[in-house]
Every structure is written in structure tokens, then in C-alpha cells.
């Protein structure tokens, strides 16, 4: 008779909650990284990362439209006319 109450799990079991955390942590993921455009936080690293990218003049400039800060913005301004991207029509130059 067994009488060790710590028996271990069958690995089917185990296998089951492993995928289900998986699939729990990835539905996170999805939700927060998708969805109605308020969700995002935007910072300089964001608009730095598409720029990295290489996005187009028009997403950037998009992505401009998302910011109030002044710093921020003089940087982004900087950014911009540093590949060319004068206006969201203009060609990236870099």
C-alpha cells in the first residue's frame, strides 16, 4: 500500500498545467499589447524602437501625434529631420 501522500503527479497532469499557464500568460500578453490604441503607452523608447525599424515617415509622424510633451517632442523633431522625414509624405533619407 502507498502511503506517500506526496506522490508525484502523472506527467500527463503535469504537462496539462505547464501549457495551460503557458496559454494563460500568453492570452496577458496579447490582451495588453493589443487592442484600442489608448492601452499602448507611448514614450520615446516607442517612437524610438519604430524609428530603429525603419517606419515610415507617415507611421512616425503618427506616432509623433501621440505625444504632448515638449522634451519628448524636440527630440522626435530632432529624430525626424535627422533621416529626412520633414513631413509624413516625405521619403526616409537614412
Known sequence: MNTNSNSPTHPT???????TAVAGIATVAI??????????????????SALDRG???SELHDQRARFDDEDTLTKIDRDLDR???TSPDATRKD
Request: with cysteine.
Open 13 to 19: 497532469k503535469r504537462r496539462t498545467r505547464t501549457i
Open 31 to 48: 490582451l495588453t499589447t493589443t487592442g484600442c490604441s489608448g492601452n499602448v503607452v507611448h514614450n520615446y523608447r516607442t517612437f524610438q
Open 55 to 57: 517606419a515610415s515617415c
Open 83 to 85: 533621416i529626412g522625414c
